[in-house]
Each structure stands twice: as C-alpha cells, then as structure tokens.
C-alpha cells in the first residue's frame, strides 16, 4: 500500500520564475533519461561539470540540499516560509543560481531557488538521497513530455515533434502560485473541484482534500455509492515531517481527470489544501506539459493504470527512533487492533529487520508490503511480542 506522500508542495510569498536562456534559442529536441524510485521519477542534472541527483516535481520550486549549496558558493538573498504537502511550515532560503545547470544538454542559469534541508525532519526522504529538485519554475519555459513507462522525458519547444499528440486530447492548464505550477480540472463524481495540482511529486494516483469532500457532501454533491474506509496515523511525509492525523481510501463512481473518465478508481484523501494528480496517473499515459501555452495533454495507451479493486494490507510502516515502526492502519485492521500504531516491525517474511541498515529494510518492508501474497510479521508491544499473518485483501468488499 502506497498512501505516504513523498512529495514537496512548497507554497510561498515569492515568486520562482526564471530566465531560462536555452529556451529562446533555435528549435531543439532533448531526452532525458528517468530513474523510477518509490514511484517517484529521478534524473542527472549536470552542476559544474558534475553529476547529481535530482527529484522532478512539478508542485515545487527548484530546491537545492544546503550541502550541495554550499559546495556552489551559492549566495541566497533572504529567508521565507513555505508550507509542505501536509500543511507543515518552515523556513526556506532563497537566491539566484548564477551557474550554468544542464539536463539533457540544454544549459539553464540566472533563475530563482530555494535551498532547503528536506532531509532533515524525516527519515523517508532521507532514504531517497536526492541532491534537489527539478520544480515547475525551471520546467516553465518550455514543453516536457513525460513517458514514465519508458523511463524518458522529452524537453522541447516545438509540439509537433512529440509523439502522440495528434492523437491525444488536451485541457487548458493553469500556472498557479510562485512556482507557476500546472494546475488541470477535475471532477468526482456530481462534485466539480475546479483546477487539482499536476503533482509528479505525489507518489499516489489522486489525494482529494478532505476539507472540499465535505463541503461538497453537504451540498449534496456527493452520492450513496462512495465508499470511504478510514484510516489512523502517519498520512504523509514532507520537508518539515510528518503529520500525524486521519485519513481516507476513497472509491467513487467516476473521476474526471482532464477529459478522461476514470470509472470506480480508489484513491486517497488527505488533509492537503488541493486535489492533487500524482505519479501513479503517468502510468499508461504520455503526459505532456505545454508550459509556454498552458497546455495539458494525454495520449492513453493500452495499458493505461486505473486503481480499481486496489489490495492493501491496510497499514503502513515508517522509520522511528532507529526502527520502523506501524505509522498508520485502516479499516478492519484499525478495529481489531492486531497491529497497532507504534508496534516495532521485528521481521516480515522471516527477515530481521535489525539485520539491514535503515534504508534498506524500510525499502524492504515497502516492497514487501506490495507483494500480493500473504506475509508473517513478527513485532512487539512494549513486551509482548506479536506473531500475526496477513493477507491482502480489497480495500472495498462487498
């Protein structure tokens, strides 16, 4: 179960733009290859002649980690405060990159950044050793189209060079807030939600805000086929840490993502300020953001992902005090009380835990938590230890 949002939606009183001196230049077509990491897409970003690693995400600013800041000499010019994704604050510092910053050959310089330490307040985010992250301020200049099935990404100032766009439909996208980040519409099910956060950031598939379901619920938007199982705990991770409250697996009758209708998906609802459209929708989709036009397109492949009949094993682990501990639980698991939130994960599979380092046996635990055969985990409540194991099984059962 994928419900943790690794993901970096920095809202703030500034603005982000740039001047992006590639993108005036004669016609060009670059690719870039993506590494996919906890479903979240990675690439090489070229800084003085050397190679780092860096998160896209569409719902952030550009962000450089303080040491790789200070290893720039980056000067900044003064302090903000930003939100993160679960509505946490903290400070952020902000200057103007100077040097020359390539992906896939094309050379950026003399735009705005934050520098940020994300690493700091969660262990989750540390795991994914990242240097920065590409956000939508640096990406505003030009066309990105984004093939997450083949791990690429095509940057360009042309449209009719990309693949699939005669064919695909497209929506009117808003550029939203400092950062210029893509906002497209959406619909669940009666409800019209306006514009939702184009979020590559968000692991999920769609995280509808709590606050707008029910105000739409007692509009009488939102009918008696909508499932909603509640769950308890850690919901989502960001640069400031993580926020402990509920939170929902949600199944409605249809979604309307752009002009695509998704029928009976399952996703998640949180207490975020905005809808948001996560990693997960790339899946089976060429996505394609047209900056300059405010453009946003999708040719559906054949294989296009839906999460209907999503399995779960209805809980979550998170790292804490050195050990990984049950950070959330759902439904019946959350009645029945055989794991509760703070119970220390000893094994999974017959695996120690202790045995590996942190990152590795959080890695490990989320990949197990994916399988769909049963698993046995061994744990311990305060003294008692807890031998327990668990099938997957649908989130919504009739």
Known sequence: ?????LVFLLVSSLWLGGDVSSFRAEPFVRTIDIRIEQKLMFTDVTI??????????????????????????????????????????????????????????????????????????????????????????????????????????????????????????????????????????????????????????????????YRSYAKSLEGGNMDQRIKVLEGRGIMSEG???????????????????????????????????????????????????????KRFYVSEKENKYVPAGRRSFLFAASPDSGVLKVSSVYGKLLQNQELKIGDELIAINGKVLAEMEKCEALIYVRNQLSLETPIEIKAKRGDREIFLTLDKSLIFSD
């Open 239 to 293: 640069a400031f840490g993580a926020e402990d409250t509920t939170g929902y697996f949600m199944q409605v009758p249809q979604l309307i993502v752009g002009r695509e209708k998704v029928v009976e998906p399952v996703f998640v609802m949180g207490h975020t300020k905005n809808a948001k459209v996560g990693a997960e929708y790339l899946k089976g989709r060429l996505v394609t953001l047209d900056f300059p036009r």
């Open 1 to 5: 179960m994928k419900h943790l949002s």
């Open 48 to 209: 003085d002649g050397e190679v780092y690693n860096f998160l896209i995400d569409t719902g952030a600013p550009f962000v450089l980690s303080p040491e790789l800041a200070e290893k720039l000499n980056f000067k900044t010019s003064y302090t903000t405060v930003i939100g993160s994704s679960n509505s946490k604050r903290g400070a952020a510092q902000v200057g103007t990159i100077k040097k020359k910053v390539e992906v896939g050959g094309l050379k950026f310089s003399n735009f705005k950044a934050m520098v940020l330490d994300y690493n700091a307040n969660t262990e989750v985010i540390r795991c994914l050793d990242f240097d920065g992250i590409i956000g939508a301020n640096f990406m505003n200049g030009a066309i990105w189209q984004i093939d997450y099935d083949e791990k690429k990404i095509v940057i360009t100032n042309r449209l009719k060079e990309l693949d699939g766009i005669k064919d695909a439909w497209y929506v009117k996208m808003d550029k939203r807030g400092f950062n210029k980040s893509p906002y497209i519409p959406v619909k669940v099910n009666r409800g019209d939600f306006g514009m939702a956060l184009f979020d590559s950031g968000f692991a999920g598939f769609f995280d509808l805000s």
